[in-house]
C-alpha cells in the first residue's frame, strides 16, 4: 500500500507557494504536514479499516482548497517583516562582534575604564590634599600656611559658572604661594569638561609690579563630581600682602574675575 | 524539572524590537567609545568650542578644502593635508581646530588674541602635514607651519612673508585664496619638527594687488597662542 506523496507534496506546495520568505514557508508547510497526519491518524483510528491511501486523500479534502489557504497564509506572513528580524539578528551579531573585537584589539575601551577608576582615586587624593590646603587637613608636603581666604568670585562663561570659593597663602621653601580653588559648574552635566582648567591663568595685582601670567600649575590632582570641576591652582612667588588677583581665560571670553583675597583665618 | 522562563516569549515583532534596541545600544557604546564623534567637522568645531567655553566664531577656513603654494626645496613633494582643520575669526581673537582622524579626544583647539594688533593684517599660524623626502627615516611626515592671514586689504591678489629666525630668513609666498585671506606654507626646520616654529618670531608681510603694486608692508611679531 503506498502513501499518495505526490498529491500531499502538491497540496503543501499549492498553500505555501505565495508565503515568500523561505523560513516562514518551511515552517508553515511543516506545522500543515503535522495537521495533515494528525488527520489521517485520526481517521483511520475512527475508521480502523479505512487504507492509507484513502486516510489521505479525505485528510486533504477536510483541509479545503490549498490555493485559497494559501492566500491567506500569504497575507499573514508578509515577507519584509521576516526579512527585517533576520536583518535585525545580523545586526545584532555583528555589533556584539564590533564591541569584542574593539576590546580584544586594544582600543579605548579598557584604557577608558582605567581612566576612570583613577580618576575615581585621584577624586579622594585630591580632596585630602583641598583639605589640607584649606582646612584642618595634614599636608603631605613641607610648607606653613599663613593664611585662608573666602574670596566668593564667581563669574558666568557660557553655560558655565567659574567660582573660587577658597584660597590659601602658603609659605613653600622660602617663597609665597598663593592657592585658589578653582571651581566650574556646569549647567549640564553631559557638558561638563576639564579642558578650560589649562586655559585659565592668574594676573597678580599689577600695583605690585606683577601682571605675569600665572596658574599653570596645581597642587593636586583635579576633582571632579557629576557636573562640576575643581582644581588647586598655584600663584607662586606672591607679596604676603597681596590683595588680590585676576583670573583670565581664552580670548575672545573677556573673563576678567577679580578674587579678592579677604582673609578669615591663619 | 520544568523549565524556568524568566523573559516573556517574544513574536516576530517582539523579536525585531528587542533586536533593534540591542543594536542601539551597543552602537552607543562604540560611538561613545570613539568620544561620541559628530557627522561634520563643522559640527564637531562648535562643540568643542562650547566645551572650551567660547562663543561661536565665524568659520573661515576649511584646510581641509584648499592646496597650499610653496617655494620648498626642489624635490620636495607639493604638501598633503592629512588633518582637517578649520579656522574660526572671533572680534578679536582667532581659534583653530585641528581635527583627529579617529577618535574626538585627539581634537585639539588653539586660539590666538588678536587685542594687541588693532587695526592691523591678522596673523594666525596652523599646522600641516606634508610629505618631505629629505627624511630618510620618516620621508612620510614632516609637521609644516602655515601662517593665516585674514582681513587683508580691499584689491590683494598676493602676498609675501618673511620670517627672521635665529639660522635665516625664511620667505613664503601665497596668493589670495578663495576666502579672502593668503596662507603661507613655512616648510620645517630640519633640526625642529615642531611646526609651531614661526610663534613669537618676527616677520614682515607684504601685500600686492593685481598690477604688482605694493599695498600693504606690516611688520611684527607672529602671535603666540594664547
Not at chain 1, 498553500?15 to 523561505?22: H, Q, W
Not at chain 1, 518551511?26 to 495537521?35: D, I, P, Q, T
Not at chain 2, 568620544?35 to 562648535?46: A, H, V, Y
Not at chain 2, 598633503?80 to 581635527?99: H, M, N, R, S
Request: net charge negative; aromatic share 10%.
Amino acid at each position: 500500500m503506498e502513501r499518495n506523496y505526490v498529491s500531499e507534496y502538491e497540496w503543501l506546495n499549492a498553500a505555501t507557494r505565495g508565503i515568500r520568505f523561505k523560513p516562514d514557508r518551511m515552517a508553515v508547510r511543516e506545522e500543515l504536514f503535522a495537521h495533515l497526519e494528525d488527520k489521517q491518524a485520526d481517521l483511520r483510528r475512527i475508521f480502523p479499516d479505512m487504507t492509507r491511501g484513502e486516510a489521505e486523500r479525505r485528510a486533504l479534502e477536510s483541509m479545503g482548497d490549498p490555493e485559497a489557504l494559501g492566500r491567506e497564509l500569504a497575507k499573514i506572513h508578509k515577507p519584509w517583516l521576516g526579512y527585517l528580524w533576520v536583518a535585525s539578528r545580523w545586526a545584532a551579531v555583528l555589533a556584539a562582534l564590533a564591541i569584542a573585537a574593539s576590546i580584544l584589539l586594544g582600543g579605548t575601551w579598557l584604557e577608558d575604564v582605567r581612566w576612570r577608576v583613577e580618576d575615581w582615586l585621584d577624586n579622594s587624593e585630591s580632596a585630602a590634599v583641598s583639605q589640607a590646603l584649606y582646612g584642618d587637613g595634614q599636608p603631605q608636603w613641607e610648607g606653613e600656611r599663613l593664611a585662608v581666604y573666602a574670596p566668593e568670585a564667581e563669574a558666568r562663561l557660557g553655560r558655565c559658572t567659574i567660582s573660587v570659593p577658597r584660597a590659601a597663602m602658603w609659605e613653600e621653601q622660602g617663597k609665597n604661594v598663593l592657592y585658589l580653588e578653582l571651581r566650574l559648574s556646569y549647567d549640564l552635566p553631559w557638558e561638563r569638561s576639564e579642558a578650560p582648567l589649562s586655559y585659565l591663568w592668574a594676573e597678580v595685582d599689577q600695583r605690585n609690579g606683577y601682571g605675569e601670567r600665572q596658574g599653570y600649575t596645581s597642587r593636586g590632582h583635579r576633582q571632579m563630581g557629576l557636573r562640576w570641576v575643581s582644581i588647586n591652582m598655584m600663584v607662586e612667588d606672591v607679596p604676603r600682602d597681596l590683595e588680590y588677583v585676576t583670573l583670565h581665560y581664552l580670548p575672545g571670553t573677556k573673563l576678567d574675575l577679580r578674587v579678592d583675597l579677604k582673609e578669615v583665618a591663619a | 524539572m520544568k523549565k524556568m522562563r524568566f523573559l516573556p516569549k517574544l513574536g516576530r515583532g517582539g523579536k525585531i524590537v528587542r533586536n533593534l534596541v540591542l543594536v542601539a545600544g551597543l552602537a552607543l557604546v562604540i560611538w561613545a567609545q570613539y568620544g561620541c564623534p559628530l557627522p561634520t567637522i563643522d559640527m564637531e568645531f562648535r562643540r568643542m568650542e562650547r566645551k572650551n567655553l567660547l562663543p561661536p566664531s565665524e568659520i573661515v577656513l576649511h584646510t581641509g578644502q584648499i592646496t597650499v603654494s610653496h617655494s620648498h626645496d626642489p624635490g620636495v613633494p607639493p604638501p598633503k593635508i592629512t588633518e582637517e582643520q578649520i579656522l574660526g575669526l572671533g572680534e578679536d581673537y582667532a581659534v583653530a581646530f585641528w581635527k583627529h582622524p579617529f577618535s574626538t579626544s585627539g581634537n585639539q583647539l588653539a586660539c590666538w588674541s588678536f587685542a594687541e594688533q588693532p587695526g592691523q593684517v591678522k596673523l594666525v599660524p596652523l599646522l600641516y602635514t606634508i610629505s618631505d623626502t629629505r627624511d630618510k627615516d620618516w620621508p612620510e611626515r614632516e609637521s609644516c607651519a602655515a601662517v593665516a592671514t585674514l582681513q587683508l586689504p580691499e584689491g590683494t591678489v598676493r602676498g609675501e612673508m618673511t620670517v627672521e629666525a635665529e639660522e635665516g630668513i625664511y620667505q613664503e609666498e601665497s596668493q589670495v585664496l578663495e576666502h579672502g585671506l593668503c596662507l603661507f606654507a613655512f616648510q620645517s626646520r630640519l633640526d625642529s619638527y615642531s611646526g609651531d616654529w614661526v610663534q613669537g618670531l618676527p616677520y614682515t608681510l607684504r601685500l600686492y594687488d593685481a598690477a604688482g603694486k605694493l599695498l600693504l608692508e606690516q611688520t611684527g611679531t607672529v602671535p603666540v597662542r594664547a
